[in-house]
C-alpha cells in the first residue's frame, strides 16, 4: 500500500506556471505507474498525466499536451507535475494516484491509491 500527499497547488494568473509534487510513502513508489488527474467543480475527474515506472515514458491529455510535464524522481519517492501557460480551464483540484499493474492508464478506475488533492486557481 503507498499513501500519497499532494502540495504545490495555489491561486496563479493566467499565463504563469506552477509546480505540483506528490510524496509517497512506503519503499515501493518505483512499483507505481504515477497519474495526475483533476476534477474541477461539477465536473467528473479527467485524466491528465501519467509516468511509467522508470520515467522512460510519459502520455498526456490533449488540453494539457505541450503545457504540463509529468516526471518523478524515484530516489525520492515524488511525481511531479510542471504546469505551465496555465488558462483559466485549468482550474480544479488536481491529484495524483498510484497504478500497482504497471500499465499506462488514463482512467480513473484503474487506479488504486489517491492523494488528497491539491487546489490550482488559475485567474485572468
Known amino acids: 500500500q503507498v499513501q500519497l500527499v499532494e502540495s504545490g497547488g495555489g491561486l496563479v494568473q493566467a499565463g504563469g506556471s506552477l509546480r505540483l509534487s506528490c510524496a509517497a510513502s512506503?519503499?515501493?513508489?518505483?512499483?507505481?505507474?504515477m497519474g495526475w488527474f483533476r476534477q474541477a467543480p461539477g465536473k467528473e475527474r479527467e485524466f491528465v498525466a501519467v509516468i511509467t515506472r522508470s520515467g522512460d515514458r510519459s502520455y498526456y491529455a490533449d488540453s494539457v499536451k505541450g503545457r504540463f510535464t509529468i516526471s518523478r524522481d524515484n530516489a525520492k519517492n515524488t511525481v511531479y507535475l510542471q504546469m505551465n501557460s496555465l488558462k483559466i480551464e485549468d482550474t480544479a483540484v488536481y491529484y495524483c494516484?498510484?497504478?500497482?499493474?504497471?500499465?499506462?492508464?488514463?482512467?480513473?478506475?484503474?487506479?488504486?491509491?489517491w492523494g488528497q488533492g491539491t487546489q490550482v486557481t488559475v485567474s485572468s
Open positions: 512506503g519503499r515501493t513508489f518505483i512499483t507505481y505507474v
Open positions: 494516484a498510484a497504478d500497482p499493474y504497471g500499465s499506462i492508464q488514463t482512467l480513473a478506475r484503474e487506479y488504486d491509491y
